[in-house]
């Protein structure tokens, strides 16, 4: 959580020209599609594509919507590729399963995946509450109701569970940007130090 502030920040520092978000994709594909479709829901209301509300129905909604945006990233990869671009991707999109899939097809393009998360207490009433950048556009949380803050709390969990069984050890976001920033850097470090 703090994707987009941290993405841009990244760009900052590490002279990284190329910023690609998953939730502006989403939102320029719902807008060049006549009918309604996936890319109209929120990740965490994809659920109403499949009927009521269940944790099944938010599970396998969000990894369709998953899939297909990751599925629209693949001429990105070979632009990436074509032109040697150091390029940062971020969104809550990239959920392991589809990420996975979509990447094993490019063994050309050197990828550093980093997943960051925290506790929801912490999301809900530090980030989301002091957010400063937002490609997904949420509302204060204060105005959220008892059954939407519910609801993302299970997508929360949902999230969280999902990196445990995809054994991706996630970058846990608890304290300063600045914290945060160093432990990024250092585990990009690692990753580019490893594959030499």
């Given amino acids: ?7 841009i920040e990244l ?27 996936i890319f109209n829901y929120l990740s965490h209301e994809c659920w109403q594509l499949l009927g009521d509300y269940s944790e099944y129905n938010l599970i396998k909604g969000f990894k369709m919507q998953s899939l ?16 040697r671009k150091n390029t940062i991707i971020e969104g809550v999109h990239l959920f392991p399963e ?4 979509y990447n094993a097809q490019y063994p050309d393009l050197q990828m550093i995946f ?13 980030l989301l509450k002091n957010r400063t950048v937002s490609t997904y556009r949420h509302r204060a949380y ?23 069984k995809a054994s991706i050890e996630p970058i846990i976001n608890t304290a300063s940007q600045e914290k945060l920033i160093e432990k990024v850097l250092q585990r990009i470090l690692d990753e580019l130090t490893a594959s030499v």
């Avoid at 589809?98 to 899939?101: I, M």
């Avoid at 925290?118 to 530090?126: E, I």
């Fill in 114 to 126: 980093i997943c960051l998360t925290s506790d929801f207490d912490f999301f809900s009433k530090d």
């Fill in 98 to 101: 589809a990420f996975r899939q």
């Fill in 1 to 7: 959580m703090g994707k987009s502030s941290l993405a």
């Fill in 11 to 37: 760009c900052h520092i590490l002279g990284i020209r190329n910023y690609i978000s998953t939730d502006l994709l989403r939102i320029v594909l719902a807008e060049n599609i006549d009918k309604p479709n």
């Fill in 142 to 164: 204060s105005q959220y109701s008892e059954d939407r803050i519910n609801k993302f709390r299970l997508f929360f969990e949902m999230w969280n569970t999902e990196l445990f």
């Fill in 68 to 83: 297909e945006i990751c599925s629209k990233l693949e001429s990105l990869y070979q632009d990436i590729i074509k032109h």
